[in-house]
DNA sequence: ATCATGACTTAGCAATTTTTGT
DNA sequence: ACAAAAATTGCTAAGTCATGAT
């Protein structure tokens, strides 16, 4: 069943368009699954889908059909976003005639080329016809299923009909050209190239707004009184409503600067009304909140789906920006609403108010020659245009509230950003080749006449050895966190002879805790470090972050503080994974094997989440559910002796079960809840098997098996509770290190990268099993 | 030399979607 | 079929680090 529907995806649509989501909106008839396992056999894991992938990837392609053969490409909404040329690389997309015939004669023509838009519009209708149901009648989802259907039949039969026009357009091209036009990371990257320039054609089309605030006329109570305020003030007091339910509301700096933020949206007369952020009561407008959320979730899972439907046709067109040529997709391209600032921590400003962003407060940043974006918000306009191409980003605005940049950046799985990773990490594997003359550098600094030196050597040696951030400068109305040259003397416990105990909080007010023995000589710095100074200043006194990394920059090109934790996390995840070879053992091992190792590098980086608030609940679970196995193994072997005695083909085997919960279709929801709650309550039934006693010995096998599973899922939650491995997966690990250790032992790579990871790491796939970090 | 700015990566948590277990 | 749990994605805050201004 998956291959075939694996084979429905045309193989013409380009590897990373499949994944970046880039061939339109025909995903949506793609099962993801299929998309990946697609994805996959062209890229293969072993030996053979290697071939297959040269094989397809590097095959010379048939000249394309004319424009007008394919009539989906004209009259687009957007169509003045595509120029011409992209018209043509568009239509370039045609198989050779030999796989062409091949796929004929299996009967699997269907799926071949498509064009986007024309596809795109087919949605538009199907999404609004869909969404005009909903409106009138609700919608019934058998029925929505057949629409869909037959409009899948009428897409085959329009592509059967332009299959028998189209002649050649650009006979004669070489055809790499355009495989490496996307292919980015197949080229061999000049050193002489200049990387300045990012760009030489960008086109977009802007940013999208959040909605604008609609009043819902709910009124605050002011000393039990109710207030109805004016709109302005009623959407910042729903800021503060939204919170309503989180700790944040109690904290004297959040309401201090809230309400110094609420009063400035005040009319006049509002403030003199309002006068202390303590006798306001929120709560109609919380309830009205909650409310709105209960409603929508009530919604049918058809209406659901129509509201998403419809909206993703709002957004499509910020979706996807052209690059040289080429579509990318769009990452962030959602302007940030406006709410309430909360900071990590104990930040200085959390519970102001982050203000609504204008047009007038953007900056569009696109190709000379490229139309300038519609302003989607009538009667204004762009804050700026411009034309700038030693950046990749796309539109930007100046944060209200920490007075930094955002910026409109392409996704993940884009050349820019792809590119980008890729050299980070071919950084990080050059300082392999460093790496033992730079230990040597600090090692024999720390011992140096210089306090300066000895200062440095010594932050390099924990940076280096404990993969600690290089830590800059904070200012005060930041949250007070440090990195490794900011740190104070506050912040380390020395333990003689040689033990130095952190405790400090570093990015995100995420605490860091280690006891550490080091080498002697930096333990004696340290102690001189913070000779007569106070608990509040800085150990490394002496050391700036810059004259750090000018020294590094001294050992090797391009190095900084922050490639030793790539360094060190890649080739911990190298060193870790070739410490076992697994043959043909169970999948889950291998995976068990893997996140292990993926663990250690977390534990070193200092990855950390806060641990579910189900934990201790979903222990508890998981230990009676432990004991009852365990009651059930004691029970088969208690049996096993009795018929070793007696010399009955079959045996009594007592099991304890849960009573059932009686729900008829008649009940009510609270019926039914307070049924379960009920039988809940009640004891275990005792219930008298009858076994044959030829079968106990793999009963009891397998219950031993099942006992020392959920030890281990018990050891492994409790493990991981508070580690999160994602961080190091996504923005420290050489992805080439997971797909080599991949192939190696017979893992299917989306065991361990999810979709998006895949798309990010598009780059790395075709790496050999051999690579070492 | 020092500071501020700008561009880019890294980070945890919330919301949403998928999988699992009963 | 349903709820609970796990996995994934989206969001945006919070870092790093080079460069340009003072």
Redesign the pocket.
Known sequence: MVSKKIKNIPEDVPLNQLLSHNYGDRRDSYR??NVVANVLDRVGNGKKNEKLVQKKIGRKREAPQEVKAAPVIKDTPDANFHDNSEKKKRNKRVKKESEQQREEESGLKLEKEVNGNSYASELVSRASAVVEKVKKEGVDIEREKQDSASAQGARRKEKDSWKEVGTSEEEGEPEEEEEEDYRWWGRDNREDEDDTI?WTTLSHNGVLFPPEYVPHNKPILYKGKEIYLSPKAEEVATFFAQKFATEYVKKPQFRKNFWEDFQHHLSSDEKKKLKSLDDIDFSPIYQHLEAQKNAKKALTSAEKKAI?EAEQEKVKKYTVAMVDGKEEKVG?F?V??P?L?????E?PLMGKV?KRIMPEDITINIGEDAPVPECPIPGHQWGQVIH?N????LA?W??S???????V?LSAGSRF?GQ??QQ?YEKARKLKNHIDDIRKDYTKGLESDSLEERQRSTALYFIDRLAL????E?DED??D?V?CCSLRVEHITLRDPNVVEFDFL?????RYVNTVTVDRPVFHNLKEFIRNKKPQDEIFDKL???GL?DHL?TLMP?L????F??YNASITLDRLLNERRFDSEDLNNKLTFYNQANKEVAIL??????L?V?HE??MQ?LQS?LDEALEWLHELEHALKKAKHGKKDSVEVAQYVKPKANLRNDMTQLEREAEKKRVAELPRERKVLQVKASSLSSKIEKAEQRVEKIRLDMSM?EELKNV?L???K???LDPRITVAWCKKNQVPIEKIF????LTKFLWSMESSEDFCF
Do not use: M
């Open positions: 993801e699954d990012k998403r962030n959602r940030e609403p709410g600032f909360l900071g990590r921590g930040h982050k700038n030693k950046v990749t980003w930007g100046k944060d509230i920490t007075g930094g940049y955002k910026y950046w950003k980008s990773d980070k951030r290089v830590g800059n904070k930041e949250a966190t990195g570093g990015k995100d007010s995420i700036t972050v810059q990394n920059k391009g900084s503080a922050k490639v934790r790539t980086c200092n990855h950390q989440r806060t579910p189900s609940q979903q679970r559910k939650k999160a994602g961080t190091s996504i923005n420290y999810s979709k998006t990871l």
